[in-house]
C-alpha cells in the first residue's frame, strides 16, 4: 500500500518574504508534498490596494496569490486535529511575520499542531511568531534571521548559528525547524521535505535543482 501524500500548510501575509515562502513552496511540491498556500487576512479581511482578495503584496513588492484564505483551510480541512497538516510553514519578512504575530486564528492553529507534536518551520523572522503566540516552543534549539537572537533568548529559546553540513543551515530540534533567512532558503525547503519524506526524497530534488 502507498503511503498517504504529506500534507503541508505554508501562510502568506501583506509583507512576507516572497523568496522563503515561494522556494520552499517549489521545493516541497519537488519532494510531492501537496503545499497549500493560505492567506493570513487582516482585521478587516484582505488589504487596501490588493489586485484581488487571495493576493499578498510581498516584502519586495511581489505579488503572490494564496490558494485559500487560513479561515477558510482551518475550516474546510483543519477543523479537527485528525485534519492538521503535517507541517505548517512560516516566512519571515518583517512586515509579514508580525501580521502573523498579531492574528489569533495563527496562534490557535500552531497551538494545536504543537500539542499534537506535528512540523513546524518558521524562518527568518518567523520564529518571533511563535514566541508572541503564548512563547510556543519555548525552551527549545532554534535560528532566526540574526538580529532576533537577543529578542528569542529574553523569550526562553535556545538560539544557535546552525552547524556546517547535515541539514545545511537550518536548526532541527524535534518537531521544529527554523533557518536563517532568505539565501538559507533552499536548505530549509530540503530539510522540511526530508523530514516529510524522507532524505532519499529531498537528496534526488537537490541534486536535480543543482543545490550542491
Not at 48 to 76: F, H, W
Not at 118 to 126: D, E
Not at 168 to 177: K, T
Amino acid at each position: 500500500m502507498m503511503a498517504a501524500t504529506k500534507r503541508a500548510l505554508a501562510l502568506i501575509a501583506r509583507g512576507s518574504e516572497e523568496m522563503e515562502l515561494v522556494i520552499t513552496v517549489d521545493v516541497l511540491r519537488r519532494c510531492n508534498v501537496e503545499v497549500t498556500v493560505a492567506l493570513v487576512q487582516e482585521a478587516e479581511g484582505t488589504a487596501a490596494g490588493n489586485i484581488e482578495p487571495l493576493v499578498a503584496c510581498c516584502s519586495r513588492g511581489v505579488n503572490v496569490k494564496a490558494d485559500t484564505t487560513l479561515q477558510a483551510y482551518v475550516e474546510q480541512q483543519a477543523a479537527t486535529d485528525d485534519g492538521l497538516p503535517d507541517a505548517i510553514i512560516l516566512p519571515g519578512g518583517l512586515e509579514g511575520a508580525k501580521a502573523m504575530a498579531q492574528a489569533p486564528a495563527v496562534g490557535a492553529l500552531l497551538e494545536r499542531q504543537a500539542r499534537v507534536g506535528k512540523l513546524v518551520a518558521a524562518i527568518c523572522a518567523a520564529p518571533t511568531v511563535l514566541a508572541a503566540h503564548g512563547k510556543l516552543f519555548a525552551g527549545r534549539r532554534l535560528t532566526s534571521y540574526p538580529s532576533f537572537r537577543e529578542k528569542l533568548q529574553a523569550d526562553g529559546y535556545r538560539w544557535e548559528e546552525p552547524a556546517a553540513g547535515g541539514l545545511g543551515r537550518v536548526v532541527r530540534d524535534e518537531n521544529l525547524i527554523t533557518s536563517l533567512g532568505p539565501a538559507t532558503t533552499f536548505d530549509f525547503g530540503l530539510a522540511i521535505g526530508a523530514a516529510l519524506v524522507g532524505q532519499e526524497v529531498a537528496d534526488k530534488v537537490a541534486a536535480g535543482l543543482l543545490y550542491k
